[in-house]
């Protein structure tokens, strides 16, 4: 198998979306697998037009995620990027309620809370150390991605299941209300 062919995505019902995922291992750190299974998830991330892919949603149950971020209402972009072995910790009480889908959970949206800021601790596939503070959406993509990583989907978020719509529904009402209001979506 090349080692950039994209991987399977499991949806939910696969078990191991339901799993807490176990830390990688000291010795995994710089190995070909490591490397390898990096740039596949990647890959798979982009090829399924997401921002963000954990392991577990490829039937991986290890604590590692890949997400980047386009540029987009004055931000810059954030280049692909894997966290392996991270943790994500709240700053502050602020909460913000937005809309998000799932390449696990296709064809759906709901309206999410989250932390608007977080700090982040992880290492890189090679074991370097990481830390950095992310903000809006950004905390949005790395708190999404972190709760794969401990058996939690983004339906279990939701405080209202009344948002819960079909992609297409959201694309054609939902959206155009939300672009209308100047609100981001």
């Not at 291992?25 to 740039?39: K, N, T």
């Not at 149950?61 to 072995?85: I, Q």
């Not at 948002?163 to 694309?171: D, K, R, T, Y």
Request: overall charge negative.
């Amino acid at each position: 198998m090349e080692a950039s062919e994209p991987l399977t995505i499991v949806r939910l019902g696969h078990p191991v979306l339901r799993e807490v995922a176990e830390p990688l291992p000291e010795d995994r750190f710089g190995s070909v697998w490591l490397v390898e299974f990096a740039e596949r998830l990647i890959r798979t991330m982009f090829e399924g037009q997401g921002v963000g892919l954990a392991a577990p949603q490829v039937a991986e149950s290890v604590r590692l995620f890949a997400y980047w971020l386009p540029g987009a209402d004055g931000e810059p972009e954030v280049e692909p990027t894997v966290l392996v072995n991270p943790t994500v910790r709240p700053i502050g009480e602020e909460v913000e309620s937005d809309w998000e889908g799932c390449l696990s959970i296709p064809g759906l949206r709901g309206v999410v809370p989250r932390a608007r800021r977080v700090k982040v601790k992880a290492r890189t596939v090679t074991g370097e150390p990481v830390s950095l503070t992310a903000n809006g959406f950004h905390a949005r993509v790395i708190q999404h991605e972190y709760d794969h990583l401990d058996g939690v989907v983004y339906l279990d978020r939701m405080e209202d299941m009344g948002s819960l719509v079909f992609e297409e529904e959201w694309e054609r009402y939902v959206l155009p209300r939300l672009q209308g209001n100047g609100e981001t979506s």
